[in-house]
């Protein structure tokens, strides 16, 4: 029995919605020359790819007078938000925590993002201990 298809974007539907994201409404042979510009890809597997991505709703399609133009139905924030929600409960039991952990242990972060990485943390818990306040009186 075939497994249900996947919302979440496989690794080539990313790097069609990377080129959506970064070009904006894009015509089939627009994408393919962005693909190209990495690798070689065949203008019908692209087609094929966005139809079933029209399926999926990650992309829209719209008639024009010049064709089809292609967009991103997903933001780039709301792909990142699914695909990071689904590492964290396949791979760290749904534990955000263990995930950031093996982040910093892994040494995959740098210097600039630790930093940023304390400032949200600190800012966070300043936002919380505001609104716990704010519900005890």
Request: charged residues 25%; positive net charge.
């Amino acid at each position: 029995m075939p497994r249900p298809p996947s919302l979440h974007p496989t690794d080539g539907e990313l790097e069609i919605l990377r080129v959506l994201w970064d070009n904006g409404p894009s015509a089939l042979g627009a994408v393919c020359e962005s693909l190209r510009r990495e690798r070689d890809v065949a203008t019908t597997t692209v087609a094929t790819m966005l139809r079933v991505m029209l399926e999926k709703g990650l992309v829209r399609r719209k008639q024009t007078a010049r064709g089809q133009q292609w967009s991103a139905a997903v933001t780039q924030a709301a792909a990142a938000k699914s695909m990071v929600g689904k590492l964290v409960d396949g791979i760290f039991d749904g534990s955000a925590g263990r995930l950031a952990t093996h982040l910093v242990e892994a040494g995959r972060l740098t210097p600039e993002e630790l930093a940023e990485l304390r400032k949200l943390i600190d800012s966070n818990s300043a936002q919380r201990k505001v609104a716990k306040a704010q519900r005890n009186k």
